[in-house]
């Protein structure tokens, strides 16, 4: 999975209750975590989805955003 994202993602961890992740929350209106956010290359929002996804479903969900 890690490999899938690291492949075709650029990924962050950014904590939503500290520091900078205080503001991104609130911009990209996290109500509940873990959050996943998607941005393109301008940092306009792809896709955002929150909870808990098992392996198969992440990597899908990797596939339908970069298939958008």
């Given amino acids: 999975m890690g490999t899938y994202y690291n492949a075709h993602f650029i990924n962050v ?19 509940g975590y873990p959050s996943m956010i998607f941005l393109d290359s301008d940092g306009e929002l792809i896709a955002q989805t929150s909870g808990y996804h098992g392996p198969e479903d992440f990597i899908e969900l990797g596939q339908v955003v970069l298939n958008r």
């Fill in 13 to 31: 961890l950014v904590d939503g209750e500290k520091g900078e992740g205080i503001g991104l929350a609130k911009k990209f209106r996290i109500k």
